[in-house]
């Protein structure tokens, strides 16, 4: 879906031109006139950035922004302002401005700087996501491994795991990729600080496969390093 763009500009030439180069590179494009129906618009219709002219009649850039902050309307605001505008910008940029631009402006610098915009506020709604999930669970192919609860699904189903299982998976789910050595396990999950007898991390990687694995012989999940120990990895699609 082609993202929105709401352009308040009381300047008919000047909305014409924004909204033709938008459109160009993609964009819907939806206009305003005055600053009553840039705030309305931007309220009802959820626009994903809207370009602001500071100076409009009924109702200014400043206030509009001012407004649509109070209403908790958080979309990104290109603001655009005459040369000789008495116009404080960073005044402008605390009351809820993302950017300006000064008139005259060529469009595809405008464009640009849309791009600009919609990128970085797409990046901080994606690295939130991504950092929810962190704490949420670790997922592996079909394997969902929730740290905190103690608990394991695959293909939606609880896995029944002893302590030592889920603490193995979920060592071998955070080191997902890497070939860890039987050492390495037992330290980690067994905290065996001196070189133990290896073959109890065999028989838990054992009975961790039973569990998520279709074929114990041809795991997919957890691969046996020849001669250095295991890897969890994502299952490769057939
Ligand atoms: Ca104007």
Known sequence: MSKKILVVEDEQSIATLLKYNLEQSGYSVITAHDGEEGRDMAVDQRPD??????MLPKMDGIEVCKELRQQKVNLPILMLTA???????????????DDYMTKPFSPREVVARVKAILRRSLSNQEASEAAEEETEYKEV?????????????????LLELTPKEFELLLYLTNN?????????LLSAVWNYDFAGDTRIVDVHISHVREK????????????????LGYKLEEPKVR
């Open 83 to 97: 040369k000789d505008d008495e116009f404080d910008k960073v005044l402008g940029l605390e009351l809820g401005a």
């Open 49 to 54: 950035l809207m370009i602001l002219d500071l």
């Open 176 to 184: 997902k990729g890497r070939v860890l050595t039987r050492d390495q």
């Open 141 to 157: 192919g079909e394997l969902k491994v929730y740290p905190e609860q103690y608990e394991a699904y695959f293909q939606g189903q």
């Open 212 to 227: 998520i694995e279709s074929n114990t012989k041809k795991p997919v999940y957890i691969k046996t390093i020849r001669g």
